[in-house]
C-alpha cells in the first residue's frame, strides 16, 4: 500500500457540531445506499442525529466513531469500530465518506489506515473485519487497496428496499497491517 500518495486525514471525536453535517449526508440516497438504515426517508430527524452523535460521544452505544476531516480540517465523514470483542482481540470497521466532493480520492483509504492503525495500537485488536455488500464494488476495491482479504459471503445478510442482499466478510490482522506499511 503507497501511503505516500494518500492525502493527509485527520480523526477527532464527534462533536455536537457534526449533527447537521451527518444530517445532510443522510438525505443524500447515494451516500447511504450501501449502509444499514431505515427504510424511511428522511432515514433519521436532526433530532434523531443528534441523539445517536451524543451516544457516540458519551461512549453508551459500543461505538469508537470518529469525524474524519481532510488536512485543511473540513468534516467530510466519519469511521468507527464497534462489535468491539475484548477478549477475542477483534472489532466491526465502518466508514462513510459523506462528502461527495470526495470520494474517489483517497480520503476513506487514509482514515481507514488512521482508524486500524489507532485500533490496533490503542484497542490492542489483533483483527479488524468488516461487512459489505456484494455489489459495493468500489468499497471491495479500496478495502483489498488496504490490505483486508475475504472470509467468506453472509447471504441474505442484509435487507436493502425490500429484498435480502449478500454482504462479504472481510478482514485484516494486526500483523499484515504493519507489514504492508513497512
Known sequence: MKTSTLPKVHLRELTIDDVEDRYQWCLDKEVTKHL?????????????????????????????????????????GWIDLKNID?????AELGITVGNK?????????????????????????????????IDNEKAIKSYKRMGYVDEGILRQDRLRNGEYVDRL??????????????
Not at 444499514?36 to 451516544?55: A, D, G, H, L
Not at 470526495?102 to 473485519?129: C, P, Q, V
Not at 466478510?169 to 513497512?182: A, C, G, P, Q, T
Request: proline share 3%; hydrophobic share 35%.
Open 169 to 182: 466478510r472481510m478482514s485484516i490482522i494486526k500483523s499484515e497491517f504493519f507489514n504492508l506499511l513497512d
Open 86 to 90: 475484548k477478549l477475542n482481540k477483534h
Open 36 to 76: 444499514n438504515m431505515p427504510e424511511k426517508y428522511p432515514p433519521f430527524s436532526r433530532k434523531e442525529t443528534q441523539k445517536w452523535i451524543e451516544m457516540c460521544i458519551n461512549k453508551t452505544n459500543g461505538y469508537e466513531q470518529k469525524a474524519i476531516l481532510t488536512e485543511q480540517r473540513k468534516h467530510i
Open 101 to 133: 466532493n470526495y470520494w474517489g480520492k483517497g480520503y476513506g483509504l487514509s482514515a481507514m489506515r488512521e482508524m486500524l492503525t489507532w485500533g490496533f495500537i490503542e484497542l490492542e485488536l489483533n483483527k479488524i473485519w468488516l461487512r459489505v455488500e
